[in-house]
């Protein structure tokens, strides 16, 4: 997952797992051509998604900083230009 910052003050989340299974598919493909294995045909590739999971509109202008926990799992900081800070679950 990963978090964005929008210039109208929205935070969006992404599930970019699709992604990261593609470039591990092209990258185990290659290894395989060169060892003669299947092993990259065989993983399964999540569905690619373009648009956000999650739009936080809380903020009520563009931020600076944003940050994921690193004692609670899935919690998100983010601050603005107006000097707000929002915790997120």
């Given at each position: 997952v990963?978090?964005?910052w929008g210039e109208n003050g929205e935070v969006s989340l992404y599930d970019i797992g699709g992604a990261i299974d593609m470039l591990d598919?092209?990258?185990l493909s290659s290894n395989a051509r060169k060892n003669d294995g299947n092993l990259a045909m065989n993983k399964?590739?999540?569905k690619m998604r373009k648009d956000p999971f999650f739009v936080y509109s809380g903020h009520s202008t563009e931020g600076y900083a944003?940050?994921?926990s690193r004692?609670?799992?899935g919690r998100l900081a983010?601050?603005?230009c107006d000097g707000n800070i929002?915790?997120?679950n």
């Open positions: 990963v978090g964005v598919r092209s990258s399964e590739v999540r944003i940050d994921w004692v609670t799992p983010t601050a603005d929002h915790i997120w």
